[in-house]
């Protein structure tokens, strides 16, 4: 839990104007956009993260018309009864944001896939369907976290069928939460022994299920989260050029895309 000094810390960032370089003001400076962001992985021992992140929401001014998370906002979620001081301020940092007239809207991951109606309702976030299609400045896009287009990883795939069973979370969330937490913390141990031992393109997508899902919503462009490799891939889709942008994880800084009204697509890293 934060200690009074940091949380007035928080607050201070959310309140006051700080001198800061303005990434979001990069290219046309009157240009409308939206900003997309995923696996921020947020957890109370990454403050320096979480100080960019809460940076990053201060920054967005009104030529922002929408955020986009698209999954993995915190590193681990065991319900919305887990009220930490962490927990609260990031809700009121969201809250805030949304006061300011832009739409933020939230997707679940593979971590924060219990995340519910009320810690949303707090914080002003819409909740998105993975996958959902949506139109940007007049461009049809497909938006998912990413996990359903690596389809070579197939012990990933069998564990999600079982985690996003709605059955088994509402027993899950019947549990004291102490409970919760120290299974969440098994499970997140045996996640990191697969990941360290499976091949990375094991547990990157596969070109044919993008293609697949692509064609299946009748886009040529796909955002996604979750493999943590940043980049703007284009091949062609149905004799069309198509685009698959992948944003970055927040690890040592922080990754957001901007796609401006005029449907200038960069990908930018943080600090």
């Given at each position: 839990m934060y200690n009074n000094n940091y949380n007035k810390k928080i607050v201070k960032l959310l309140f006051l104007q700080i001198k800061y370089k303005y990434y979001i003001k990069q290219g046309v400076e009157m240009a409308r956009k939206t900003?997309?962001?995923?696996?921020?992985?947020?957890?109370?021992?990454q403050k320096e993260i979480t100080r960019s992140f809460f940076?990053?929401?201060?920054?967005?001014?009104?030529?922002?018309?929408?955020?986009?998370?698209?999954?993995?906002?915190?590193?681990?979620?065991?319900g919305d009864d887990d009220t930490t001081e962490f927990h609260c301020a990031i809700s009121q940092?969201?809250?805030?944001?949304?006061?300011?007239?832009?739409?933020?809207?939230?997707?679940h991951g593979n971590r924060d896939f219990l995340l519910g109606k009320r810690y949303l309702h707090n914080t002003g976030c819409q909740l998105l369907l993975d996958p959902t299609k949506m139109t940007i400045y007049g461009t049809q896009?497909?938006?998912?976290?990413?996990d359903i287009l690596c389809t070579r990883d197939v012990a990933y795939l069998k564990a999600r069928v079982v985690l996003r069973n709605r059955f088994i979370q509402?027993?899950?969330?019947l549990l004291p939460l102490v409970l919760r937490k120290k299974i969440a913390a098994y499970l997140r141990e045996k996640s990191a022994k697969h990941t360290k031992s499976t091949m990375i393109e094991i547990m990157d997508v596969t070109q044919e299920e993008v293609e697949k899902v692509m064609i299946n919503h009748s886009v040529s462009h796909l955002i996604h989260g979750h493999t943590h490799?940043?980049?703007?891939?284009?091949?062609?889709?149905?004799?069309i050029p198509a685009t698959r942008i992948v944003l970055g994880a927040w690890h040592d800084h922080g990754h957001i895309l901007i796609w401006d009204e005029n449907g200038k697509k960069e990908l930018v890293k943080i600090k």
């Open positions: 900003i997309f962001i995923s696996d921020l992985h947020l957890q109370e021992k940076e990053l929401l201060m920054n967005l001014d009104t030529s922002v018309d929408a955020l986009y998370i698209l999954g993995d906002l915190f590193e681990i979620w065991v940092a969201l809250y805030q944001t949304a006061q300011k007239g832009i739409s933020i809207y939230f997707m896009i497909l938006l998912t976290h990413g509402i027993l899950f969330l490799r940043p980049d703007i891939h284009h091949f062609v889709l149905n004799h």
